[in-house]
């Protein structure tokens, strides 16, 4: 697939852009009072007259909800409006009660934002245009001719973040939707857990002759894709397809589509048709959203720290990105090993995030982690102490990493961790960390 | 705004509205009628008029993130025709698969 | 003990106090004149034996928990709501009971009751005549003293104007003031709950005991002007006459009454001023467009899988409105149709506050007409849209109105239409209850056997 996908792509260039639906962890749902703990529950135990739709039932905003919005609009670097406004997108179909969602559309909460992502394709930056607050339909299930729903789910606060359509390839798109899922968890406002259907993906794709500007005349929907792998292999498979459509001279209509990981294809879902005219027009039962800018400051300030952040600081300790990028990616591990190293030398630091990366990240507490590390070092009969030996080592580090060393001697002091992970690397991690941090100091003065 | 001329199988297809042949035509020329009189809102000057989408003073009017209770599943389910094992059932959907 | 019906709400607060009559009696009294007249009047569509405390009749658009919800459709056959509407837990808080559910048309679309799926309610003071609508059973309820006091909902007339075409008082109140949860969605944004009842002092009392915010209906106000518990004088009250409401189209007999109400406001101490409503001609193209285009969106839940039957049990003119709507927000034609309107909404709106600038009340007619013939219109939907000219402003700038009986032509009632400032019930209860202690026309009752 990869080498005809690399002749392919001389004459054709993937067009893509994504929509990912995160359910976020309110305690109630998004217009009414009932419990957003539904996961397991009996169906049908979870609802009201508000997310049934009954005659008479009306929506109220959960407060909880805009603000957990408002933080993922942030963390994505977006502008927070001053003036936005529900919707209702109008269409029938038996998961959606009110025969309408209330949603977002031409007035969106939070617009405009960046997400950085870098791959074997080089640094990138995505275009987000922007993330929008709307509600979760019920939960379908089809058996035989006959189909069962349970609105447990109707109702639940969903957050749309929808991108520019500034994707090249699969790998683009996988490393994207991991990094989302990377900051939607780092700050707290969901789980973002795939299997569970709180984070939920959707591919817009679509192919143009190399060289054209104006974006295809269609798109395909790839829809209802639960995890990284598969909206991968889903892009994949649907620009293989496509092209084969195209120079064959055939036409591509818009329409929706969804993946069968069995078979390894796409499948068709829906035709676009005339059906799908939404007939947005401004929610008459709820007032206008006009959040202050002081409000969006002190949700500003509360927002935990982001994980792009925090790995670039923990590379900034010694910490190789690699590593890094698993210790943050829970919040679990990452406050684990930030008590751990204020109790350690800070040579012991990088030896410490691939002692705790290695062991699989069992310990529970930072004491846990201390006591197991220092057991494993001290019981290293093989450990290098020889001064002659290290400093030989430490000589060649200091040959190869100029660039460090500059820094180093303009006062970034923190760069001799980067050279103790060299040598800690070079070592395999048998050398003695504090001699080898002595040692490295004193060369370089 | 000119001439419009409602094509009213694709307004019911949209609205989920099963209209007989009679219908069609009965409404198909009521709201003809109807739409040539409403036409001559057109004619007022909205240069720099902002649209009226609610009357209240109201913003930012939101509760707080507790529960109440939810209805128990007889009562959500009483109205309900076709219902089995806790479910509401419905016909099959159309869904490719 | 016929004539305990006939008490005001008031009055029947006052009796059972002073323990002059029991809960038992009262509502005794009420169900035999039920029983007697309904079957002529077709006022109820549902009757509450077992009602024990002040008896109401509430517009069947409003949910009461255990008690069918009809709507005046056939679509809700069999629907029993597992809640209550907000309004009427709050007036059970204030020893009130439904005594049943009143006729309506369907989905509180129309100006007449005729459009309701059931028998048609009819107009007590001649029951050739229809009785106005969409709250046709609520209106008849009260003028034939078949319970104390009523609530209708009002979208742009379906208080004021049956109240005005059965000779009693109707109250819309200022959009917010009301909380609509429990109450079936006609156009959100200008859907209000409110008072019919005997006397403008019933409907203070009414709406004391239902306003307010409730953290269900997320458009209610939380903190309206106050109301105080008395009329103020109108000693030096400016009343605006505007000028569009006594244009061509208004018949001239109930002109007349009309004129004659407000020469009794001016010997009762108020002052007449003109003022204009400019696009008052506009009313009804806006008001039309962006009802339907709610209407067809409110209507979208009723899909017989929850609750209810299939969509093919509207009536016509839910059809009619829904296809309108639909049409109005279809891709294409949502700027010139639904965004048109909604800015000629903010040139009527501010048509009003130029206009208070000059005056405290506007007061004018509700109806351009006395009650017309069963059938005269029913076939003809946009010459009963235009019947609803003088109501619909009002509704799409938010204010309150008050309808109160002024007179009659032909032997049939006329109502005052008094429009107040938003969230001020209090200037327009206060002009209409001065004007009741110094009339009879509220105390005039139709000739029922």
Known sequence: ?445 | MSKVKIDINHIAKLANLPLSAEEEKTYDKQLTAILEYVKHVESVDTKDVEPTFNVTPNKNITRKDTASKSLTQDEALNNVSNKKNGFVVTGGVFENE | MSDLTQLTLTETISGLEKKDFSTEELNGAYLTRIKKLNPKLNSYLFVNEESNKIPAAIKDIISVKGMPLTCGSKILEGYIPPYNATVIKKLMANSVSVLGKTNLDEFAMGSSGENSAYEKARNPWDVSKVPGGSSSGSAVAVAADLCAFALGTDTGGSIRQPASLCGVVGLKPSYGRVSRYGAQSMASSLDQIGPITKTVADARLVLNWIEGADGKDNNAVPNPKSQIPNPKSIKGTKIGVPIEYFAKGLDQDVEEVINTALNKLKDLGAETVEVSLPHTQYSVATYYLLMASEVSSNLARYDGIRFGKDRSKFGPEAKRRIILGTFALSAGYFEDYFIKAAKVRTLIKQDFEKAFQKCDVIAGPVSPTVAWNLGEKISDPLTMYLSDIYTLSASLAGIPGLSVPCGFSAGLPVGLQLLGEYMDEETILSVGEIYQSATDWHKQKPGLN
């Open chain 1, 1 to 445: 697939m990869d080498n005809q996908q690399s002749t392919t792509n001389k004459s054709w260039e993937t067009v893509i852009g994504v929509e990912i639906h995160i359910e976020t962890n309110t305690k109630t749902k998004m217009f009414c009072g009932c419990s957003a703990d539904y996961f397991g529950a009996k169906p049908n135990t979870h609802t009201c007259p508000v997310c049934l739709g009954l005659p008479g039932a009306l929506p109220f905003i959960n407060q909880e909800a805009i603000e957990k919005c408002i933080k993922i609009g942030l963390a994505l670097g977006c502008s927070i409006s001053e003036h936005s406004l529900f919707e209702r997108k109008n269409y029938f179909y038996p998961d959606l009660p009110k025969g309408y969602q209330i949603s977002q559309y031409r007035w969106p909460l939070c617009t405009n934002g960046t997400i950085e992502i870098d791959g074997e394709y080089g640094k990138k930056t995505i275009r987000i245009n922007r993330a929008h607050q709307e509600e979760d339909t019920g939960k379908l299930t089809h058996i035989g001719s006959e189909t069962f729903i349970d609105f447990n789910r109707s109702g639940l606060p969903l957050v749309e973040v929808v991108t520019e359509a500034d994707f090249r390839n699969s790998e683009e798109v996988r490393d994207y939707a991991k990094k989302l899922q990377q900051i939607i968890k780092s700050i707290g406002v969901s789980e973002a857990n795939m299997e569970k259907g709180d984070m939920r993906l959707e591919a817009n794709v679509s192919v143009r002759p190399q060289g054209q500007e104006d974006l295809a005349p269609y798109r395909v929907e790839l829809k209802n894709i639960n995890s990284f792998k598969f909206i991968g292999d889903a892009i994949d498979y649907e620009v293989e397809r496509q092209i084969k459509l195209l120079e064959k001279g055939e036409k591509i209509t818009q329409h929706t589509r969804g993946y069968n990981e069995r078979k390894k294809e796409t499948f068709l879902q829906r035709e676009k048709e005339e059906a799908n005219d939404y007939r947005y027009f401004p929610e008459p039962d709820l007032p206008p959203l006009s959040v202050a800018k002081e409000e969006v400051e002190k949700i500003r300030a509360g927002l935990a720290e982001l994980p792009g952040k925090k790995i670039a600081n923990l590379e900034k300790i010694g910490v190789s990105e690699k590593v890094a990028v698993i210790i943050t990616a829970s919040d679990q591990k990452f406050d684990i090993f930030q008590e751990a190293i204020t109790k350690i030398d800070s040579a012991e630091i990088a030896p410490l995030a691939t002692f705790f990366v290695n062991q699989g990240s069992k310990s529970q507490s930072a004491e846990e982690l201390l006591e197991l590390f220092k057991s494993v070092t001290q019981q290293k009969s093989t450990q290098i102490q020889d001064e002659g030996e290290l400093t030989k080592i430490a000589k060649e580090v200091i040959g190869e990493n100029e660039k460090v060393i500059a820094d180093y001697k303009s006062g970034k002091l923190n760069a001799v961790q980067i050279l103790i992970g060299q040598l800690m690397k070079k070592t395999q991690g048998k050398a003695d960390p504090i001699k080898a941090k002595n040692i490295l100091v004193k060369l370089l003065s």
